[in-house]
């Protein structure tokens, strides 16, 4: 019955099993190619999820380290504030704010070393020097103011000033205060004449050459001398100057234009009123050698029992340096960087001041480039010079 009926479909027994046998064939296929496709469909799904767990821990991440961020953040003002108080009341307890505590007077190690309390600058007579090694030169004074000095007027104290070209100020400068046997005992470096460069105040030129230099305790003491200091020599003009010096937070310098909008003359007057002044200069470096360092203070009245400090409500106790900070531009040595420090000088805890520019060498030469910058900023006004005083 099999046979006629593969006979009567016209379809052999054998054809029909290898039929099915391909149709089974193609079936295996098919499920295979299935299977992969669901193989791939798996390991897209598992490396989706790898993505989204690498994402989730980037942003914890992220997380994390926001908030560690907004910690410092908070912490920046807190510190601050904790070390504003800390100085605050450091300065209170220790008398600072009176003059009594953090005021060290460098002159002391003198009085402990038993020289005279008492710092004479000059005494009766055109031949005595007092405690300077020598007497300056009067009739050169007299000569330098004569064929240099114009307008020449008396002050308030008796004291007697003129004006002097800002090209030629410098050099009157340093012929004035070099005196023999005094000159060549004062350090090299701070022989000659300097340019404070950024000093807020109308005090322009300065000298430390004329002054007695005790080798031993590294101190010199210069005198407040006629010919020793020269002042911006206009009523209320601001210069032509734009200083490139940095910002409030690190220089005095930014607020030139603006004081020197004050009277050059009644500065002059006020700063020489006292010839018997003195600045001190304690290097605690090597004199001559490598960079050099030193601390600054005033005594009044030739006092070297105590230091002149400012004490409130007109100003509070500073701290002066002057510390070699060569640029590369001007000679090795004639660069100085001016610190000005407050509150037991910790205030502020970066260095703040300005520049002093050695202008006029110890051979009496013009220092370059920094001679040529300080005629720019003067452009063409005079200086005050005070080249006789009451005393001398």
């Not at 340093?174 to 350090?187: A, M, Q, R």
């Not at 510390?323 to 260095?351: K, N």
């Amino acid at each position: 019955m099999a046979t006629v009926t593969s006979f009567l479909s016209g379809i052999s027994p054998s054809t029909q099993a290898r039929k099915k046998a391909d149709e089974a064939s193609a079936e295996v296929v098919r499920l295979q190619e299935e299977l992969d496709r669901m193989k791939v469909l798996l390991e897209d799904v598992k490396h989706e999820e790898e993505l989204r767990e690498e994402k989730d821990h980037s942003a914890s991440a992220y997380c994390c380290d926001g908030c560690a961020g907004c910690g410092i953040l908070c912490w920046i003002p807190g510190l601050f504030f904790a070390w504003v108080a800390y100085v605050a009341i450091y300065c209170l307890v220790s008398g600072y704010f009176e003059g009594t505590g953090c005021v060290e007077n460098y002159t002391q190690i003198l009085i402990d070393a038993n020289y005279d309390p008492k710092f004479v600058v000059k005494e009766t007579g055109s031949s005595k020097s007092g405690d300077m090694p020598a007497s300056p030169d009067y009739a050169r004074w007299h000569d330098l103011k004569n064929a240099h000095l114009k307008d020449t007027f008396v002050g308030y104290t008796g004291s007697k000033y003129g004006y002097a070209s800002a090209a030629e100020a410098p050099e009157l400068l340093y012929k004035g205060t070099k005196i023999d046997d005094v000159f060549e005992h004062v350090p090299r470096k701070l022989r000659g004449v300097f340019w404070m460069d950024g000093n807020p105040l109308p005090e322009v030129l300065a000298t430390f050459q004329y002054g007695r230099y005790y080798s031993k305790e590294q101190m010199l003491i210069t005198p407040k001398v006629p010919w020793g200091w020269g002042f911006w020599g206009e009523e209320h003009v601001i210069p032509n100057y734009e200083p490139n010096c940095g910002s409030a937070l690190t220089s005095t310098c930014v607020g030139t234009p603006h004081m020197y909008n004050v009277s050059g003359k009644n500065i002059a007057q006020s700063y020489t009123s006292g010839v018997e002044d003195l600045w001190v200069v304690k290097i605690e470096s090597d004199p001559e050698e490598g960079d050099f360092f030193a601390r600054l203070q005033m005594n009044q009245n030739g006092d070297l029992g105590s230091r002149w400090v400012d004490l409130p409500p007109d100003g509070v106790p500073q701290d002066y340096t002057f510390e070699q900070d060569d640029d590369g531009v001007g000679p090795a040595g004639t660069r100085f960087f001016r610190g000005v420090y407050f509150g037991c000088g910790m205030v502020p805890p970066w260095r703040y001041g300005y520049t002093a520019k050695k202008i006029i060498d110890e051979d009496g030469n013009r220092v370059q480039p920094y001679f040529d910058e300080y005629l720019t900023f003067m452009q063409e006004h005079r200086i005050i010079i005070m080249w006789e005083a009451d005393g001398w």
